[in-house]
């Protein structure tokens, strides 16, 4: 028999974005130029040669989203601010039309009683600074330090949930080791380097936003997906420790007080990436300022991967590394990520029986699907509502397992520039036609709209 489940009272049902994805007007009312925008004005980088150059023209249609954020009757919006909107050569000259941007933003949504949980690094890094280093040198983690102090000082009075960084991890890896995102370097020495950085600046950050914003909430959002062992073998076990150390453990162990994992930085010198087992970007006090005590770990959780020796591809029941044609649709996104809804009540749980954070949240949880509208102009996108309703219900097993969720923030608002995927993938509640810029509710948005009413799923 189906049950009404509820929520706890005070839950927050959101949203999620970030400014390079939605925003457009690149190079509008003195905005400098972000690695994204070079990245994506490089050829061949980008699906189709997609840019993020007009994006959504969220910088100009910003009042019809928080309308429809309104209709939809969200509680909070998660988004990112433009570090070289504000300042757009990294340091130095603050540009006074990007701080009154995100001031009317955030005034209205707090006219419109939304919450803004504000990210202030969501992968944008202004070029000029990359010229000089981006996140392999120490100096951007103080550049960090100078966007945040101009940026925390006009919104701190308002804002008081702040997310210093969007997966730190991806930031590293996909932008400084494998290539796939801006700045695409493929340097696995230069991946440790800039995670380093990445966490040093969050450090330093965190007594800074407290003293400009009282009472502010501090996280940061890691992407943690479901890490599956393919088989009981050692081979796959070993798989797993090195994957879920390079991505996970690196950041979590010192983000927690662990200082890095030993193991992984033997692999990495395994690997040639490093000399011997002293981080040379490691400064004295680096790890306890790390360590600085945060208010909540943010969560983006999509999927689940498999952890796979090489050595033993076919020694399991889990699914292999198929090809999208032979996916059953049902299961899959149109990213190519299955969809596993447990793995998010598992992965919350495990953060907070190991970590220990004192409250979570999911920052981001969506997914691909390009459905559009029918004839009728309706959105039938069932299936993103069979994904979000199978992952409510797995949050809420997780908070009937102890986990102390805070809220959960759909990954997004509404169709957006995808990064190496251009506007191939559609992770949207609201529908973009590219060419008018029109917005149009799925049926997933009027669906949530309930839920959120409801504050209850029924299983
Ligand atoms: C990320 C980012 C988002 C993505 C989303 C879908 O996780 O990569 O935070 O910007 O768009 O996750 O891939």
């Not at 006219?111 to 949980?117: A, C, D, G, S, V």
């Amino acid at each position: 028999m189906k049950q009404n489940k509820s929520f706890p009272e005070g839950f927050l049902w959101g949203v999620s974005t970030a400014s390079y994805q939605i925003e457009g007007a690149w190079d509008s009312d003195g905005k400098g130029e972000s690695i994204w925008d070079r990245f994506t004005h490089t050829p061949g980088k980008i699906r189709n040669g997609d840019t993020g150059d007009t994006a959504c023209d969220h910088y100009h249609r910003w009042q019809e989203d928080i309308q429809i954020m309104s209709q939809i009757g969200v509680k909070a919006y998660r988004l990112s601010t433009s570090w070289p909107r504000i300042l757009p050569a990294g340091t130095g000259m603050v540009n006074q039309k990007g701080l009154d941007f995100y001031t009317r933003l955030v005034d209205e949504l707090l006219q419109k009683e939304i919450i803004p949980f504000v990210t202030l690094y969501h992968w944008d890094l202004p070029q000029t600074l990359q010229e000089q280093g981006g996140w392999k040198v120490r100096s951007t983690a103080e550049a960090f330090l100078e966007y945040t102090d101009v940026i925390t000082r006009c919104l701190g009075d308002r804002v008081k949930n702040w997310i210093t960084h969007n997966e730190p991890s991806v930031m590293a890896h996909n932008g400084y080791h494998l290539g796939a995102h801006a700045p695409g370097l493929k340097d696995l020495g230069a991946s440790l380097s800039a995670s380093h950085h990445l966490l040093l600046s969050h450090g330093w950050a965190v007594p800074l936003i407290r003293k400009n914003s009282p009472q502010a909430k501090i996280g940061l959002s890691m992407n943690v997906n479901w890490m599956a062992i393919a088989s009981p073998s050692q081979a796959d076990h070993e798989a797993y420790r090195k994957s879920s150390g390079l991505w996970l453990r690196w950041y979590l162990d010192p983000l927690y007080g662990r200082g890095y994992p030993v193991d992984v930085i033997q692999d990495v010198i395994r690997l040639g990436a490093l000399l011997n087992s002293e981080l040379p970007f490691v400064y004295d006090d680096d790890l306890s300022v790390i360590a600085v005590p945060t208010d909540f770990l943010g969560v983006n959780y999509y999927t689940r991967f498999i952890s796979r020796s090489t050595e033993i591809p076919e020694a399991d029941n889990l699914p292999p590394n198929v090809t999208q044609s032979q996916r059953n649709q049902e299961n899959w996104t149109e990213m190519g990520w299955e969809v596993y809804p447990e793995g998010l009540n598992r992965v919350l749980s495990w953060l907070y029986y190991e970590y220990q954070p004192p409250q979570l949240y999911v920052t981001e949880s969506g997914c691909s699907y390009s459905d559009a509208p029918d004839n009728d102009g309706v959105i039938r996108d069932d299936r993103r509502i069979h994904y979000l309703k199978q992952h409510f219900a797995a949050s809420l097993r997780a908070i009937e397992n102890g986990v102390p969720l805070g809220g959960y923030f759909v990954w997004s608002l509404m169709d957006n520039f995808e990064w190496d995927q251009g506007y191939a993938q559609r992770f949207g509640l609201v529908w973009i036609d590219y060419s008018t810029k029109q917005r149009l509710l799925k049926n997933s948005a009027i669906w949530y709209q309930q839920i959120i009413a409801d504050n209850s799923i029924c299983e």
